[in-house]
T-cell receptor, first 116, second 116 residues
């Protein structure tokens, strides 16, 4: 399957600052990437679909001005949490769709964000 | 209405025994895919097994098998010969063909603990 990396793996920031999370596909070109958010002991919730060369598609209830997504190339998507607040603390995971018959998603290792 | 339901928040199983993790789903789309992912404490999402709605046979992957009962809309995961390393969160997910390609909807997960 595809190898997906995320950077940073863990970040702690002060309230009011912005944090950028990178998602890279190391061996696979992806026109689409997905960003999920997972609260402790909860399920994964899709936040947005990142589209290379065009605007991201956000799920209902997700603030697009708060969570900026840029799909700069076929191997890189970034999620920027702007003016972070403690309630933004969460586990953020990116994924990209596989090209096989199963169309499974390959997930990155995740980024744990803690906002103080 | 919830599209994916996992009614077991936690399960215990003894090493070398088999365990079944329940998953029911709800969709009106005739074409869909069902996935199981494992999430260890490290946070990464590991793809385990896939079942397509038109697949005639139950999917199997090593010690994992999927008990697919289409009429009951259930897709239970069976893990045979449990190992200590199987201790993790397990998520059932569904991909509907209609709408965003490859968009996955996750259940709330089941935490499996394998004991000696």
């Amino acid at each position: 399957g595809a190898v997906v990396s995320q950077h940073p793996s863990r970040v702690i920031c002060k309230s009011g600052t912005s944090v950028k999370i990178e998602c890279r596909s190391l061996d696979f070109q992806a026109t689409t990437m997905f960003w999920y958010r997972q609260f402790p002991k909860k399920s994964l919730m899709l936040m947005a679909t990142s589209n290379e060369g065009s605007k991201a598609t956000y799920e209902q209830g997700v603030e697009k001005d708060k969570f900026l997504i840029n799909h700069a190339s076929l191997t890189l998507s970034t999620l920027t949490v702007t003016s972070a607040h403690p309630e933004d603390s969460s586990f953020y995971i990116c994924s990209l769709p596989g090209g096989g018959a199963w169309n499974e998603q390959f997930f990155g290792p995740g980024t744990r964000l803690t906002v103080l | 209405a919830q599209k994916i339901t996992q009614t077991q928040p936690g399960m215990f199983v003894q090493e070398k025994e088999a365990v079944t993790l329940d998953c029911t789903y709800d969709t009106s789309d005739p074409s869909y895919g069902l996935f199981w992912y494992k999430q260890p404490s490290s946070g990464e999402m590991i793809f385990l097994i896939y079942q397509g709605s038109y697949d005639q046979q139950n999917a199997t992957e090593g010690r994992y098998s999927l008990n697919f009962q289409k009429a009951r809309k259930s897709a239970n995961l069976v893990i045979s010969a449990s190992q200590l390393g199987d201790s993790a969160m397990y998520f059932c997910a569904m991909r509907e063909v209609a709408g965003t390609a490859s968009k996955l909807t996750f259940g709330t997960g089941t935490r499996l603990q394998v004991t000696l």
